[in-house]
């Protein structure tokens, strides 16, 4: 009898550690499968220029089910999406126009801004029509603009995110470099492909300076890119496009998929 007694109590026993067990692991499957909001910001990097498939109600912004952001939230459920990421964005247009969606629940933010800021429409039109010497003096303009004047308006951009979203993860995300150089390809000459690879990296490590000042991570795609590039054969940037030159020098659906996605996905 007692034998019996002894078995049935570590039974229940057994039955109550199961049930506890069980129910820690429902929780954590809930927190899983309901993050915090995500906030998609910036540029037309994140809005997915380039890669088609452009959400009507976005109008001029170009938001893209095939951008990083809207793939990422797509695979991941957030218990909210915001996407506000626009075409031709600058440091000032997130300020006025993106940071509504914000608030103390937002778990994840995503941000690509401050080339427009340094004048990349300009750079690379100065490059494609004028000489050698015209695209280094342009690009020596922005590095500079880089360095005194951006800094201070990411700064602002950085704030407000915080402010906003205080308890939010944010991953700043970094443009590619252009082209590979040291192969024979059709268009710009090497020295203007150097330079302008140059300028990316320049204006790379001034966002992720400013991001780690703030805590954010900063998200590199240079290297996922590598290999993509403009003159590669395997391009996963559009070159000059004449018959819809706002997709020029923007990432294709697979620069999206393949270039920014992972390493956005690495660092959420």
């Known amino acids: 009898m007692r034998r019996s007694r002894f078995a049935a109590y570590v039974g229940s026993l057994l039955l109550a550690v199961g049930a506890a067990l069980t129910g820690a692991t429902a929780a954590q499957a809930s927190q899983l499968a309901a993050p915090g909001g995500y906030v998609a910001l910036g540029d037309s990097y994140s809005s997915g220029v380039g890669a088609g498939s452009y959400i009507s109600a976005s109008g001029d912004c170009k938001r893209s089910t095939k951008a990083y952001p809207y793939l990422w939230a797509a695979s991941h459920s957030p218990s909210s999406f915001a996407f506000t990421a626009c075409s031709g964005a600058r440091t000032g247009d997130v300020l006025a126009s993106q940071l509504t969606p914000l608030n103390a629940a937002t778990a994840l933010v995503s941000i690509s801004v401050g080339g427009n800021d340094a004048g990349f429409a300009d750079v690379m039109t100065t490059c494609v029509l004028q000489s050698d010497s015209a695209c280094l003096s342009r690009i020596n303009t922005a590095k500079a ?19 906003k979203a205080p308890n939010a993860r944010v991953v700043v995300l970094g443009y590619p470099r252009f082209y590979k150089l040291n192969t024979g390809c059709v268009g710009l000459s090497e020295t203007k492909r150097k330079a302008i690879n140059g300028a990316a990296d320049h204006l790379d490590t001034a966002i992720a300076k400013r991001a ?3 805590g954010y991570v900063f998200g590199d795609v240079r290297p996922s890119f590598t290999g993509h590039e403009l003159c590669s054969g395997s391009a996963w940037l559009h070159s000059l496009n004449l018959l819809n030159a706002g997709e020029s020098y923007h990432p294709k659906a697979a620069g999206q998929s393949g270039g920014y996605l992972p390493v956005f996905d690495a660092l959420a």
């Not at 800094?151 to 402010?163: Q, T």
């Open 212 to 214: 780690a000042d703030f």
């Open 145 to 163: 603009y880089v360095d005194s004047t951006l800094p201070g308006k990411l700064d602002g951009v950085y704030s407000a995110i915080r402010s």
